[in-house]
């Protein structure tokens, strides 16, 4: 394996990063001689694959070719057919993937497809690769999995650890620079979610950044009962979930331009249905209550947060501001949540800082 080839595959399968969801970012080349005669990737959920985009981009025959792939070939009919009979009807000789497939409809299916085929197949043995080819792809391998969405959890907060002053007073925590980051991260997942609190407060629109300011992410609020004003920029259309504790006789009012109103009993229900809704990743943005109630029952669970996102200002509230994190917590150091991987980077004057629970 020419390991330079399965590098430019991960580099093109990047490029499918935020518009593919709840498929994985796959990238493919193909090379004979030594060279690159097509490649492409995966560029949005339901459309063709990496592995027929880079064949449709070859002049040449591809008879005889080798196929690099950062993820195996899938071999059940989807929303497209199955990358494998391509291969085969191609005359590929060679397939080299980066990574298998974690889903259950494939899991070694397409390599033993392939095999069985008489196609040669080799898997990635190259731990920096892979492992930079699983983190790209660290929320489909969790939907995969568990069936259940990747959750980012995201907050903008002092050195004090304050969301907001006593008064209630919170924009801006942080500056322009790091405000956009936080967006554009927002941008890669599928949807948002803030409590009753957050919208009904801040009136946030909650939208979709930079190179992906025409994705419409689904909007998701989390309350007590449907008690919100119709006219606040969340309910702009009818792209949103409105999840509940108790039913109230008003849900019509939201249904009636879109959205749905549907009960919870705890924060996994809420996430396997957000996820029968083909939502690949949330991006949970608060508010402390919104916080504190999914940090504790991640506590008992372990497989709800996966990534952490924390905007730190070099500013200092002090007094009884507010909290990023309400709930009940942790009574010993000894069970504290420690993140992995851990990542920090300078924004302007602030502070990101980059860690994971799970799915890494």
């Known amino acids: 394996m020419d390991l330079r080839f399965m590098a430019r595959a991960l580099e093109l399968a990047k490029l499918g990063k935020g518009c593919v969801l709840t498929n994985p970012c796959v990238g493919a080349v193909v090379v004979r001689n030594g060279e690159i005669i ?35 070939p899938c071999c059940h009919t989807g929303k497209t057919p199955p990358c494998t009979e391509a291969i085969i009807q191609a005359g590929i000789a060679r397939v080299f993937v980066g990574m298998i497939d974690p889903s259950m409809k494939v899991n070694g299916g397409g390599i033993e497809f392939l095999r069985s085929h008489g196609v040669q197949v080799f898997v990635c043995e190259d ?91 689904l909007r998701i609020v989390v309350g007590g009962c449907a008690d919100l004003d119709l006219n606040l920029n969340f309910f702009r259309d009818g792209n949103f979930l409105y999840f509940v504790k108790e039913i109230n ?26 996820y029968d809704f083909s939502v690949g990743s949330v991006y949970v943005e608060g508010g402390a209550s919104v916080f504190g109630s999914l940090f504790d029952e991640n506590l008992g669970n372990g497989e709800l947060i996966d990534k952490v996102l924390w905007y730190v200002s070099p500013k200092i509230i002090g007094g009884n501001g507010l909290s990023v994190i309400g709930g009940n917590g942790v009574d010993k150091l000894s069970d504290s949540v420690f993140l992995s991987d851990v990542s920090v980077s300078t924004i302007g004057s602030d502070v990101k800082i980059c860690g994971y629970l799970n799915f890494r």
């Open 249 to 274: 006789g008003k849900e019509y009012l939201y249904e009636e331009i879109g959205g749905r109103v549907l009960k919870f009993a705890n924060w996994l229900d809420i996430l396997k249905q957000i």
């Open 127 to 217: 731990l920096e690769l892979v492992r930079s080819i699983r983190s790209l792809n660290q929320e489909f391998v969790k939907n995969s999995i568990l069936g259940l969405p990747y959750v980012v959890m995201k907050a903008a907060v002092t050195l004090d650890g304050k969301i907001a002053t006593a008064s209630g007073e919170s924009k801006y925590i942080t500056g322009e620079a790091a405000r956009n980051d936080a967006h554009l991260e927002r941008s890669y997942c599928d949807a948002v979610l803030v409590g009753a609190g957050t919208v009904r407060n801040d009136n946030p629109t909650l939208a979709s950044f930079g190179e992906l300011s025409d994705k419409n992410l």
């Open 38 to 72: 097509g490649e492409g990737w995966h560029k949005a959920f339901g459309d063709r694959h990496a592995e027929i985009n880079a064949f449709d981009s070859a002049n040449n025959s591809l008879m005889g070719s080798d196929l690099y792939v950062t993820l195996e």
